[in-house]
């Protein structure tokens, strides 16, 4: 395949210069190289069945969550803190030090508890879902539930039933919250 100037009539823009198609050669039209499809694509027929994510997406993506939305809070209050260190003599560049330091501080801290909650959740959830063969909303709640035990549970028996109430109420409120957005609005 040589290159073949083609005449001033073909996409020309009058300076001596015309615009480049590199599917020219190819001898089937470029628009039909696009139609990607717009449902998901699996490697199995099994796996288009199920309308959720796999246990490995599942703990991936509470635990990446949990993670970054710790971190951003434990930034966010990180900050107060680092200002109450400052001292009347630090200069500019020793006051971004003390918040850089006790953002990330705090940031670390509260983005692995965080995490870890995230961890715990996917994994009950998870195993719940593969003990019922059934995915509803009595997974979510009850995985949270156990969650907050399980994460409170070093500290005694009523310190893990309250964070278990806690976690069962946060994911009600969660699956009610997911509810209501599916039906009032449109995506």
Not at 177 to 183: C, L, N
């Amino acid at each position: 395949m040589s290159y073949q100037p083609q005449s001033p009539d073909q996409s020309d823009d009058g300076v001596g210069r015309r615009l480049y198609n590199p599917y020219q050669d190819l001898n089937i039209p470029a628009r039909t190289l696009y139609k990607l499809p717009t449902s998901p694509e699996f490697l199995f027929q099994e796996e288009s069945v199920a309308q959720r994510r796999s246990w490995g997406e599942n703990l991936t993506y509470y635990t990446g969550i949990g993670y970054l939305g710790g971190s951003i809070y434990g930034g966010v209050k990180g900050l107060p803190l680092a200002r109450k260190e400052f001292e009347p003599s630090d200069s500019r560049k020793l006051k971004l030090n003390r918040i850089l330091n006790k953002c990330g501080q705090k940031g670390g801290e509260f983005g692995n508890k965080t995490g870890v909650l995230g961890l715990l959740y996917a994994g009950i959830e998870s195993g719940m879902v593969a003990v019922r063969d059934t995915d509803d909303n009595v997974n979510s709640v009850v995985a949270g539930l156990c969650t907050g035990a399980v994460y409170k549970a070093a500290q005694g028996v009523r310190s893990a039933a309250i964070a278990g109430a806690i976690g069962g109420v946060l994911a009600g409120l969660a699956v009610s919250g997911k509810q209501v957005a599916k039906r009032y609005i449109p995506i």
